[in-house]
Nanobody
Framework: QVRLVESGGGLVQAGGSLRLSCATSGRSVSMYSMGWFRQAPGKEREFVASISRNGLSIYYVDSVKGRFTISRDSAKNTVYLQMNSLKPEDTAVYYC??????????????????WGQGTQVTVSS
C-alpha cells in the first residue's frame, strides 16, 4: 500500500498560479503511474493529467493543455501539478491517484487504487 499526501491548494485570482504536490509516503514514486483528477460540486471526478511509471508518457485533458504541467521528483517521491493561467472553471477539489499495476498513464479514476485526501483549489474571477 501507499499513502498519498497532497498539499498546495488555495485561493487565487484568475490568471494566477498554484503548484500542487503529492508525496508517496516514502515509497518510490517510480513504482506508480500517477494521475491528477478534480471534482467540482455536483460533478463527477474529472481527469486532469497523468504520468506513466517510467515518466515517459504524459497526458492532459484538453482544457488544461498549455497551462498545467505534471512532473515528478524521484528524489523527493513527489508528483507535482503546476497550474498557470488559472480560470474560475478550474475551481474544484484536486486529487492525486497512484497505481502500481499499470505501466501506462491511465486517464480514468477506476484505474487508480490509491487516492490522496484532496486539496481545494478556488479561482476567483
Amino acid at each position: 500500500q501507499v499513502r498519498l499526501v497532497e498539499s498546495g491548494g488555495g485561493l487565487v485570482q484568475a490568471g494566477g498560479s498554484l503548484r500542487l504536490s503529492c508525496a508517496t509516503s516514502g515509497r518510490s514514486v517510480s513504482m506508480y503511474s500517477m494521475g491528477w483528477f478534480r471534482q467540482a460540486p455536483g460533478k463527477e471526478r474529472e481527469f486532469v493529467a497523468s504520468i506513466s511509471r517510467n515518466g515517459l508518457s504524459i497526458y492532459y485533458v484538453d482544457s488544461v493543455k498549455g497551462r498545467f504541467t505534471i512532473s515528478r521528483d524521484s528524489a523527493k517521491n513527489t508528483v507535482y501539478l503546476q497550474m498557470n493561467s488559472l480560470k474560475p472553471e478550474d475551481t474544484a477539489v484536486y486529487y492525486c491517484g497512484a497505481d502500481g499495476r499499470w505501466t501506462l498513464a491511465a486517464r480514468v479514476p477506476d484505474s487508480y487504487a490509491y487516492w490522496g485526501q484532496g486539496t481545494q483549489v478556488t479561482v476567483s474571477s
